[in-house]
């Protein structure tokens, strides 16, 4: 999981991801096709070069909200707020 938030703000979301090396993904399938959105492959695991690897995706995207970005990054891994819609009352009837 990254902690990630707007540079110029306060606050910070996750993005979760599962990191696995192509050895053990070949050994968790289940079937010839599998969809693999919010996966990192990693030939073996160094925090120090996964880190960098995060910083420099998400230095790769500016607009004009926060949301825009977290939308872009959620392709890394999964948003907090990805699938979220926020609630609204049903309109009453009088």
Known sequence: MAMIGPADGMGEESFEFMLCTPDW???KMK????EGR???FVKEFNYAQLE?????YCARYSASSWREVAERLGRLGKWEFEDYNEYRPPP???
Request: net charge negative; charged share 20%.
């Open 92 to 94: 009453v009837a009088w």
């Open 25 to 27: 993904f070949a050994s």
């Open 52 to 56: 960098r690897f995060v910083e420099d």
């Open 38 to 40: 919010h996966y990192l």
């Open 31 to 34: 079937g010839d096709i599998v």
